[in-house]
């Protein structure tokens, strides 16, 4: 049976332009182990490990006349060393040449004609070090039949291994009189879809959030609760062109597990939570940025974020499901609130208005972590594709923040000691935040337009800043209710 593309997929390789290439990528980091790593070995690792995920061995091919969704076919000229590059910095291999490198990387196109992904190993890190820079297409990463290429490639084997190299032949690919015939039947089957076809699939996007599902192996869906309020005036909303920066922030765990115990206390209503650590620290890392910027900044000042979050319902028990959906919960981050303290309690309470009201609760950071293999580059992809179809009108920024395993995770026995996430940029969204949590790290990757937002170097010591910050803020007073 021809395996198709859902109508949000299909509008995602529609709408795609030069200036907004609708793929997300990671930027994993890694220890030269003793016996070495080459360029060889990842291609043989990878070969190895898309044998369980076909999808990376097939390619996208329209149907004619438009008169079905487009469908997956095995590439029959399917060409592994064209899809895993080799690079290498200069000396001395510094993570700012690192972070130069992904930004020019990262928004060149995907060929269409071939299967939506690529993986590059950088050599020449300093301190004996190398890096792997995936890219992976919005279409593919669905969850279900397809995750980000950075999923597949680590695993929890510090030793490594001969891997066995399955052996692999394409099916045959459909002919074009076979495409139509199959559309025709689905057709058949449900009528509604030609004419949701004929009309180019999806004239709002917005409108088909909901029909996201089945992600994350059956155990996440996509819902986007909409806000009827317009996203508030910001420099984050520009044009996008086609340059773009990245910058990589590694921070501490620890340190938000220790604003959490010390702030959390006396928060109205209930319980401050690490993910709650993290949005305060992104808004005082916006307000100081505002602030070197000359942009004005009042107590009113709010900068709008997306922040996808994977809720379960109340009455699922400890050994359910590790989340039956992810909404789109829509903060208004306080940047102009000067106390870091005041900042966190104002996060908290608001993210439990959205993530506990009908029956719903935040699944627990240790429960995602448990969704299979390295969950976090396709739970970002997937928080991406919400975001994208949510639509710019109703946010500034948004923020992906995914708990990772706190131990450690190994590529062929070279340990990866850092990941950032790079989360792509939608139409007048000049910038995107991810972040992982990963070994006892949590690692930002801040992406933006290059014009619009020359200075994301400065966003990114503004988080560094706002942590500390947080870690030496008073402890609010109790008072009685």
Known sequence: MTDRLSALDASFLRLEDATTPMHVGSVMVFDVPDT??????????????????????????????????????DDQSFDLSY????????????????????????????????????????????????????????????????????????????????????????????????????????????????????????????????????????????????????????????????????VMVGTDLEDYRAVRARLGPGAAGGQVTVHDVVLATVAGAFRSWMLTRGEPVHPGTTVRALVPVSVQPADVGEEGPPGAEVTACFVDLP??????????????????????????????????????????????ALGARLGRAVGKRLHNVVVTNVPGPQTPLYADGAQMVSTYPVTPLGVGQALSIGLTSYDGGVYYGIYADRDAIPDADVLGQGLLEALQELLEAPRPRSRRT
Not at 37 to 42: H, Q, T
Not at 365 to 378: E, R, Y
């Open 335 to 380: 940047v102009g609130e000067p106390t870091p303290s005041m900042r966190l309690h104002q996060i908290a309470f608001a993210m439990r208005q959205q993530t506990e009201g009908g029956g719903r609760r935040a699944v627990p950071a240790d429960a995602l972590t448990g969704v299979g293999g390295f969950a976090p580059p396709t739970l970002h």
């Open 36 to 73: 070495g790593f080459d360029y060889e070995r990842l291609v043989d690792l990878i070969s190895e490990r898309i044998a369980h995920v076909p999808r990376y061995r097939q390619r996208v091919r329209t149907v004619p006349l438009g008169i079905g969704p487009p469908v997956w076919v």
């Open 83 to 246: 899809h895993v590059r080799r690079s290498a910095l200069p000396r001395p291999g510094s993570d700012e040449q690192l972070e130069e490198l992904v930004a020019r990387i990262l928004p060149r196109p995907l060929d269409p004609l071939r299967p939506l992904w690529e993986v590059y190993l950088v050599e020449g890190l300093a301190e004996d070090r190398f890096a792997i820079i995936t890219k992976s297409h919005h279409s593919l990463v669905d969850g279900v039949h397809g995750v980000d290429i950075g999923g597949v490639i680590v695993d929890g084997n510090p030793t490594g291994g001969e891997g066995v190299l399955a052996t692999w032949s394409p099916r045959p690919e459909p002919t074009s009189a076979e495409l139509v015939v199959g559309a025709l039947a689905d057709v058949v089957r449900t009528p509604g879809q030609l004419l949701e076809t004929l009309q180019h699939g999806v004239a709002d996007v917005a409108r088909t959030a909901g029909q996201v599902a089945g992600v994350a192996a059956d155990v996440v869906t996509t819902l986007a609760r909409l806000s009827a309020r317009p996203a508030p005036e910001s420099p984050l909303n520009a044009s996008v062109g086609r340059a773009r920066r990245y």
